[in-house]
């Protein structure tokens, strides 16, 4: 693989059971690479360590005054200087590109978990470690598939050396030979304790990089509640443990390094001592003493890829273990005991009636990686859509509303609609996870993800708008039904390209609001302008099922009722599923879903909950806990009393209850009666 070819056709299906099986696979599937950085490797440092050879030879003709002799040597010692440069130059260059196609292969399987998970990706995993992952991890982790080639070459070289060194001269070499795996092993009891701490400051760096990117991005609210400074000073002291834990790791660091430095001198003493007493024997000439002392003199290069390849393995092994448990994380659910569990739950409550199961084939890798993706489904999904976790059941072809108390709850929700079943928590399932929802009986996370992303399209609560233009912006997989025009129209987007207009001819441009640029994330756009143009990219592509949470949070009343109406219009026979507990939403929905303590408690329209529903009644109109209490108290004394307003008026007392009872028949007819005025009144 060469660079120029990048990016890879298809990264593999890693080995995610462990870091090193991680790294075990990197490598396998880099084997070209490796062989060929370790060839050149052998090249280069073989003919480095035979210098010692071309040296002895030269001495020793010096000492017998051979002319030829010493020609001969000088030649060889330039034929060994052009080698060891060419040789140098192609292990460079092949090791580099181990190291960036390495990289690239585990930064395009960390893209494709980012766009197989989405928006649950950060829910299943702190945005800071994914953001290490990226970054630091990717880069350790081919630092140690770079150095894994010098390594060998290495290692192939010290072993031969000794080998020889031996045959040469038998006194000497050994010496040698028991020396230097003693040297290279050295090291060895130091190096858990150098992980370790290597370790301590990658997390907390993780941490520090998590505290920043979340100080960022709320930065807006923090100024406006005062909370700079907080923040700044929890930053300061997350960035003061990273230090002090860097500075500790580079002490022991260090001491490898003294200590990879101090022995191979001692080895060298101890040989030139032994050698000299040889030769004052007359047991060895001078020659052969130069070429060993010359030998062990030259193997202290490779003995530094020793120090090299246990640092680049100490941090790429954490680095590799957590790369492994972000591209572990998948979309597959639970055994089908929790579904058919969960299938059954209220709806004698609800009066619905979940959809058969029915289940998509699939593979799994047989390196023990992530799931293959599931077969295509036979034909298009449709149908209606359960979720077997609540038992919120939504009709195909008509637009339910789904109230929850809960936001965290209901984002949990939204994403098993979307076909992602989240792990690890008791809202989601149990300890083994939450099946996802099914749709038409098929479990969505069990259909290849592309067919389940043309069936469901599920936007979040906050949606990001990439930059570039407008008409890029609405570019994406569409049926060509709804065009942009009209779903800019449902979204109600006319303020928004008037200022887009603006904006374009102030900048020169041609007054175009397609074409005027949108900063990343919308950064140039307001929170109720952001809403509306991602509503208009989630409207266009027209999906089989669009599911919206809370997409009006940030426009005001009047706006919100439009886009009501605008949606509903827009979506006619196609299934809808809102997440609201906005009056003006729910008024205009076919159907409305109310789920309390994760189950749904009532089905019905709005304004039949808002009459039947006490619990319901509390989430819509906001009831306050006060108003709860003496409405619960008023239902005690008796059918009859003074409406909320009067009750209101004469301040919520308990002592005159029992003449100020309020009948919750009458109280609910007073909340209907206001938010039909509401309703109205945006009308």
């Not at 005054?65 to 040597?73: D, K």
């Not at 040989?271 to 000299?276: L, R």
């Not at 304004?607 to 709860?628: F, M, N």
């Amino acid at each position: 693989m060469h660079i120029r070819d990048l990016p890879y056709p298809d990264p593999g299906r890693p080995d995610v059971r462990s870091g090193p099986r991680f790294l075990y696979w990197l490598g396998r599937n880099q084997l070209g690479g490796q062989v060929k950085a370790a060839l050149w490797g052998l090249v280069h440092m073989a003919a480095l360590v035979s210098f010692p050879l071309a040296i002895g030879f030269g001495v020793q003709a010096v000492v017998d005054r051979s002319g030829s002799r010493l020609a001969m040597a000088g030649a060889l010692m330039v034929g060994l200087t052009a080698l060891t440069a060419l040789g140098d130059a192609m292990l460079h260059r092949a090791a580099v590109t181990n190291w960036i196609t390495a990289a690239a292969r585990v930064q395009q399987l960390l893209s494709r978990k980012a766009v197989e998970l989405g928006s649950a990706l950060t829910r299943k995993v702190a945005a800071g470690e994914v953001v290490a992952v990226s970054t630091g991890d990717v880069e350790k982790i081919g630092w140690f598939v770079e150095a894994l080639s010098r390594f060998t070459a290495a290692a192939i070289t010290t072993v031969a050396l000794c080998v020889a060194l031996v045959l040469y001269q038998p006194a000497l070499g050994v010496v040698v030979a028991i020396g230097v795996p003693a040297l290279a092993l050295a090291v060895l009891p130091l190096l858990p304790r150098a992980a370790r701490r290597a370790d301590d400051q990658r997390e907390k760096a993780g941490r520090a990089t998590e505290l920043a990117s979340d100080t960022v991005a709320g930065l807006r609210v923090l100024r406006g509640i005062g909370g700079e400074e907080l923040f700044l000073g929890r930053y300061r002291n997350a960035s003061q443990e990273v230090r002090v834990a860097a500075v500790r790791s580079a002490r022991m660091w260090a001491l490898i390094a003294a200590v990879q430095v101090a022995l191979p001198g001692l080895l060298l003493i101890g040989v030139v001592w032994y050698g000299a007493s040889l030769a004052r024997e007359g047991r060895i000439e001078v020659g052969e003493l130069v070429t060993v002392y010359s030998a062990v003199t030259f193997l202290l290069f490779p003995l530094r890829h020793f120090e090299e390849i246990a640092m680049a393995y100490s941090f790429s092994r954490p680095s590799a273990r957590r790369a492994a448990r972000v591209l572990a994380l998948g979309r597959s659910s639970v055994d089908g005991e929790g579904a058919t569990a969960a299938d059954t739950r209220d709806t004698a409550a609800t009066g619905d009636t979940p959809p058969p199961t029915a289940t998509a084939a699939t593979t799994a890798s047989g390196d023990g990686g992530e799931r293959a993706e599931a077969q295509e489904a036979t034909g298009p999904l449709g149908g209606d859509l359960y979720d077997p976790v609540s038992g919120m059941l939504a009709p195909s072809g008509v637009l339910t509303a789904v109230v929850c108390g809960d936001p965290d709850a209901a984002g949990r929700m939204a994403d098993r609609l979307g076909g992602h079943s989240l792990h690890g928590g008791p809202d989601d399932g149990g300890p083994g996870g939450a099946p996802s929802a099914l749709l038409g009986g098929v479990a969505l996370d069990e259909v290849a993800l592309a067919s389940a992303r043309t069936a469901v399209l599920v936007q979040d609560k906050d949606p990001v708008l990439l930059s570039g233009t407008l008409a890029e912006l609405l570019d994406v997989p569409r049926s060509g039904e709804v065009s942009a025009e009209k779903a800019l129209e449902a979204a109600q987007c006319g303020d928004v390209l008037e200022a887009l207009a603006q904006a374009s001819a102030a900048d020169g441009g041609d007054a175009d609001p397609m074409r005027t640029r949108i900063t990343e994330r919308g950064r140039s756009l307001s929170g109720g302008q952001r809403q509306r143009l991602a509503l208009a990219r989630s409207l266009v592509t027209d999906p089989e099922v669009l599911v919206l949470d809370e997409p009006t949070s940030a426009v005001d009343s009047h706006t919100e009722a439009r886009i009501a109406d605008g949606v509903r219009r827009l979506r006619t026979g196609r299934t809808t599923i809102v997440f609201t507990s906005s009056p003006l939403v729910l008024d205009r929905a076919d159907r409305v879903v109310f789920v309390a303590d994760g189950e749904a408690a009532g089905v019905g329209t709005h304004r039949e909950l808002l009459g039947t529903d006490p619990a319901y009644r509390a989430v819509v109109t906001r009831e306050t806990d006060g108003e709860a209490a003496v409405r619960g108290t008023g239902r005690s004394t008796g059918p009859t009393g003074h409406g909320l307003e009067d009750v209101a008026r004469e301040g919520i007392a308990r002592k005159d209850t029992a003449r100020e009872g309020i009948a919750r028949k009458d109280t609910a007819r007073e909340d209907i009666g206001r938010i039909e005025e509401q309703i109205e009144e945006s009308a």
